[in-house]
Structure formats: structure tokens, C-alpha cells
């Protein structure tokens, strides 16, 4: 699913990583440790195609396959959860994409709240539609970079089922041990 | 293209839902656009040309748009929804005229104030005038789109963007205050067709 070899990345005269070589089978997942500004979220964009490696040869599945999470949850504030999903479900052409969005609002529990503006609710119910905008168009590879950040006991139990899913993951974390015993490669950056 | 067409709509429609909850952008140039008139209706001397006075309007318009278009991506910019949109499998250029519609919407409603004002602090307006700046108002969304993006992956966006844009404004104004249609359709022709087939390499790692 993923393979790379010799990956770098600088920006201008700042080295972040350099001679990294980095493969993950399809339905592994990959832990991503280190310390801030090891590199972890660099990789993670790399691997999201956000941003290109200044060196190396990476195979990466395409981009529509990629569900991403970043630091921010990556909604519009102004819209609802409902609009949220409808404008990317339309645009990620999702198959029968109302009944998508209802089972992926009803899973994290935003059902109730769908009709109001993502900027209202809490940081841990925006990181629960963040969530559900990952997993909307079903991809084959989720790359989520401190994907438990803010969610609350039962929110972080509701993706702990989503990581036990078979589908290849790459999980960024300060704190492992949620992730520990479903990972099946790991990468520590110093 | 129907795909991409709905695509195109869903995006505007989405920045035209966000101005109207957030209502920031089209008050500030509709009251630039407004004030900017009236400082110029002061500071023309009695007895001035319709030639200046054209010339006073098209700086109003050039202006109240790059206010609209250092909003355009803000959104996007502070909820990092760039990442998001560049990861779909939409073709980009439908972010760009996604985008670019929107802007239109807020230039076109701010003309609709800043033209009648125009006419009572200035002179009348006519066809020809109306004309042209519907025809730039197309050269200044589509290119001040184009650069919006490029400004926003900077860290001195406010900067680049009127660097960017205000060169690239300066044929429309000449086209505007000349009332020369045939050569700001030229002008709209080739920028459209250029900011279009670019807009995928600008997005390509912001």
C-alpha cells in the first residue's frame, strides 16, 4: 500500500528528515512516535499527499483513497455537520451519500445536532465530525495525526473501533497506548 | 462537465452560505465602496471631466474588490479546508471558479450600491459604462482568485496579494476608464483560460 525509499524532506536550509525508507501493507497499521517537531506531522502530509518529499521515491494509493485528519478538525465552522458532509460527499462523488452521511452521524453521535454549525459545537464534537469526514468516502488508507485529541472517553472508544477496522492506517500520536497493540509497523522519530 | 459543473455550484453555493452566516466580507466593501466614493466626490474639483470622474469609479472598484478577494480564502486558510478540497477527487480548477463565482456575487453586489452612488455624487451611468465593468468584473474574480490562492499558502499574504493583483488590475482599469469593451474581453479571454489551467500547479503543495 505504501513504500518509500530514501525520503526527505527540507524546507529551505532546515532539514526535517533525510534517508527514510518506509513500507506498510495493505490493512497494517503504522504507529508514528516522536517528540514535537521531529518530523511526524511532515510525514503524516507526505503521506497524505499534501506536500511532496524533497527527495526519494514514494508509492502512495491515490489521492480520492486517502481520508486525512489533521490538528485542526477541518470542518467549516459556518456550516452544519450536515452541510459539512453534503458539500464533501458531493464532491468525493460518495454512492447513496444521504444514507452515508445518517449512518456516520448517528455512529458518532452527532444525529441530533446535524442541523447546527460546526463552530458551536465543542473541540471533541468537532473532532468526532472531523471523524465522520475522514471516513465519508470509505478510503483505503486513513492518515490521522493525533487522532484522539479532545475526544472524550467515549469518543476516543468510538475510534478505537474505527482503527480496528480492516483498513490500512497511519497514526501519529504522542500517546501510543491506544494504538500499541494494533500496530503492525512502527517508526520513532528522535 | 456535469459533474464538474455541479461541482462548481456546490462550492460557490457554499462560500455564498458562508458570507451569509458570517457577514463579513460584503458589508466591509459595500461600505469601502461607499466611502471611498464620497472621499472621491469631495476631493474631485468642481468642473472636472467625466474622464477623472470615470477614473475616481474604477479606482473604487479595484480597490473594494481586492478587499473582497483578501477574504476570499480565509475560510479555507484558518480551518485548513484547502487540504481538505485539494484531496478530493474534484478537478482543482473547480476550486478556482468555484471560488471566482462567489467573489463575482460580492463585486456584482457591491456595484449594484456603488454604481447608483456613482451617479448621484458624479455623473450618469450608462450601458457602455455598465458594460465594462461587467466585463472587468470577470478579469478581476478570475485572476485575484488565481493569486488569493497563491497568497494564502505565504506567511505575508496581506502583502502578496495586492502585489500580485494590482499589476495584473492595471489593463482592466485602462480598459474600464476607456470604455474600451472589445479590449477587456481580450483581456478576459486570455486571463480566464490562464488562471483555469494554472490553478491545479498553485494548489499543487500549499
Known amino acids: 500500500m505504501i513504500s518509500g525509499r530514501g525520503l526527505a524532506k527540507r524546507y529551505g536550509e532546515r532539514r526535517v528528515f533525510a534517508g527514510l525508507d518506509l513500507d506498510l501493507a495493505a490493512g497494517g497499521l503504522l504507529l508514528v512516535t516522536g517528540p514535537n517537531g521531529s518530523g511526524k506531522t511532515t510525514l503524516l502530509r507526505i503521506l497524505a499527499r499534501l506536500t511532496a518529499p524533497s527527495a526519494g521515491e514514494l508509492a502512495l494509493p491515490a489521492r480520492e483513497a486517502i481520508g486525512y485528519l489533521g490538528h485542526a478538525p477541518m470542518v467549516y465552522r459556518e456550516l452544519t455537520a450536515l452541510e459539512n458532509l453534503t458539500l464533501l460527499g458531493r464532491l468525493y462523488r460518495v454512492p447513496e451519500r444521504g444514507e452515508r452521511i445518517g449512518m456516520l452521524l448517528e455512529r458518532f453521535g452527532l444525529w441530533d445536532v446535524r442541523h447546527e454549525r460546526a463552530g458551536s459545537y465543542s473541540r471533541g464534537m468537532q473532532q468526532r465530525l472531523a471523524l465522520c469526514r475522514v471516513l465519508l468516502h470509505d478510503p483505503a488508507l486513513l492518515v490521522l495525526d493525533e487522532p484522539f485529541n479532545a475526544l472524550d472517553e467515549a469518543g476516543a472508544a468510538l475510534l478505537d473501533a474505527v482503527l480496528a477496522e480492516p483498513r490500512t492506517r497511519v497514526v501519529a500520536t504522542h500517546d501510543p497506548r491506544r494504538v500499541e497493540a494494533l500496530a503492525t509497523d512502527r517508526l520513532a522519530f528522535a | ?206
Do not use: N
Open chain 2, 1 to 206: 462537465m456535469r459533474a464538474y459543473l455541479q461541482d462548481v455550484g456546490a462550492l460557490a453555493k457554499k462560500d455564498l452560505l458562508l458570507e451569509l452566516r458570517a457577514k463579513e466580507t460584503l458589508p466591509a466593501m459595500l461600505l469601502f465602496v461607499l466611502a471611498a466614493l464620497v472621499v472621491f466626490h469631495f476631493a474631485l474639483p468642481h468642473g472636472a471631466g467625466a474622464t477623472a470622474a470615470r477614473g475616481l469609479l474604477w479606482s473604487a472598484l479595484v480597490f473594494t474588490a481586492l478587499l473582497g478577494l483578501t477574504r476570499a480564502f480565509v475560510p479555507e486558510r484558518e480551518q485548513g479546508m484547502f487540504d481538505v478540497l485539494v484531496l478530493t477527487p474534484a478537478d482543482r480548477s473547480a476550486i478556482w471558479l468555484g471560488k471566482s463565482l462567489a467573489v463575482l456575487g460580492f463585486l456584482a453586489a457591491a456595484e449594484l450600491v456603488a454604481l447608483p452612488a456613482f451617479a448621484a455624487f458624479f455623473s450618469a451611468v450608462d450601458g457602455r459604462t455598465v458594460a465594462a465593468v461587467a466585463l472587468a468584473d470577470v478579469g478581476i474574480c478570475t485572476v485575484g482568485t488565481l493569486f488569493g490562492a497563491m497568497a494564502v499558502a505565504g506567511r505575508a499574504r496581506e502583502l502578496l496579494l495586492p502585489l500580485l493583483f494590482l499589476p495584473a488590475a492595471i489593463p482592466i482599469v485602462v480598459g474600464g476608464v476607456g470604455r474600451y469593451l472589445w479590449f477587456l474581453v481580450l483581456y478576459d479571454a486570455i486571463f480566464v483560460v490562464l488562471s483555469w489551467a494554472t490553478f491545479e500547479y498553485v494548489v499543487a503543495e500549499t
